[in-house]
């Protein structure tokens, strides 16, 4: 049974910064790709960042240079590092596992879709003014 926990959200002024773990078990964690996800209130919700087993990242490009997303596997955690956070940011942040990998010219990196992904936490609240 895979159990996803995120946690580190909150309440923050446009321009701060936040950091964000999810707590990985009963999960091959290091295998495959794991993802950070948000959903806003009325919006679909939508790809952040993941990171596959090397811990190469991928990123939305409304976050890229602003966010990072990082493991460490001895710990079973996963991060994102939410800096220079915006409005638009604001949302329930999800925790996902289990991703697919999509390669293009030898580069293959970890799918941002919502679809390509089996396991989910529960969320964890990000509110920026």
């Known amino acids: 049974h895979v159990q996803l926990v995120e946690s580190g959200g909150g309440s923050v002024q446009a321009g701060g910064s936040l950091r964000l773990s999810c707590a990985a078990s009963?999960?091959?964690?290091?295998?495959?790709?794991m993802g950070w996800f948000r959903q806003a209130p009325g919006k679909e919700r939508e790809g952040v960042a993941a990171?596959?087993?090397?811990?190469?990242?991928s990123y939305a490009d409304s976050v890229k240079g602003r966010f990072t997303i990082s493991k460490d596997n001895a710990l079973n955690t996963l991060y994102l590092d939410m800096n220079s956070l915006e409005p638009e940011d604001a949302g329930m942040y999800y925790c996902a596992a289990g991703g697919t990998t999509y390669c293009s010219r030898g580069d293959c990196r970890c799918s941002v879709k919502v679809p390509d992904y089996g396991d989910w936490g529960r969320g964890t609240q990000v509110t920026v003014s």
């Open positions: 990171i596959d087993s090397d811990g190469n990242p």
């Open positions: 009963g999960y091959t964690y290091s295998s495959y790709c």
